[in-house]
């Protein structure tokens, strides 16, 4: 196990842009992977996270080698954009590398460190799904050395992550990957593509007791805020942040340029789609008795999740 392997840190100066490229002085102890991103974890609600989280976690077998390399299955975690992590706590290797397949799993940036959404050449949008390719042009380029072999690639993804996947079959130019697993998402999923919210940071900034009208004076703000305040208020406040179409800026790297739904040209790749047994499972289980049995299930399912 190489656990919490850095393949970009983010920029202090940009704490919401495109991250920086990480240069090793040193030999890295690649032993712990219990860095996650800041957010409000799924699993106790309490709010946690740092910024120096873009790692990534290899799980080798024992026969790999570079003579011999092996597959390589990546999983990209999901919930809703806003929290998950990539530690063995809920994403481990122990069902794969039986099989000689090499397993990496990887952070990403959430809520309004990687979906911020604004008319902004420096926080265009969608970054969180640019940390995602930047952990797949990491991992194309290094798994050699791990043994694995990189013109095997699987990419497999749940809710949020499969959501995730699906985009870069929309819009990834890079042939960083050979087959996809998509699992309870796609990129058309009712809600994954929202309009954004033009004043999140003003509207962020004065949820922290932070008055003005100029989004770059909020943004500047916002970026010195310690994270788990800035959490705190996303949460509070109401405020959406998720994958966008973005604006277009000279000199920037614009990754979702139109919707989905009027893009043509996905991946020529092998597919294998479906969903996860009991998706949704966890938000039945604190409902009331009486919540549960009011509630006409098939028919808020048909109105949300599908248009016509």
Known sequence: MFLGIPYARVDPDNVFGTPMPVRFEDIFEAVDDTAICPQEEEFNKTITGKLDCLHINVYIPDRASIDSPLPVMIQIFGVEFQFGFAGRYVYGPRFLVRHD????????????????????????????????????????????????????????????????????????????????????????????????????????????????????????????????????????????????????????????????ANINNVRDVDVLIGFTNDEGYDGVTVMKKEEFESIDFVSDILEAYYDF
Not at 176 to 190: A, C, M
Request: glycine residues 8%; contains cysteine.
């Open 101 to 260: 397949v090499i397993f990496i799993t990887f952070n990403y940036r959430l809520g309004p460190y990687g979906f911020f959404c604004l008319n902004n050449s420096k926080v265009p949008g969608n970054q969180g799904l640019k940390d995602q390719v930047l952990a797949l042009r990491w991992i194309k380029e290094n798994i050699r050395y791990f043994g694995g072999d990189e013109s095997n690639i699987t990419i497999l993804g749940n809710s949020a992550g499969s959501m995730s996947l699906d985009l870069h079959q929309n819009f990834l130019k890079e042939p960083l990957y050979n087959r996809v697993i998509l699992q309870s998402g796609v990129s058309l999923t009712n809600g994954v593509i929202k309009r954004p919210d033009p004043e999140a940071p003003l509207k962020l900034a004065k949820q922290l007791n932070y008055t003005t009208n100029d989004i770059t004076v909020a943004l500047s703000f916002l970026n010195k805020v310690e994270p788990h305040e800035l959490i705190a208020a996303t949460r509070d406040s109401g405020v959406f942040v998720g994958p966008c179409v973005e604006n277009k800026f000279k000199n920037v790297y614009n990754y979702i340029t139109k919707h989905p």
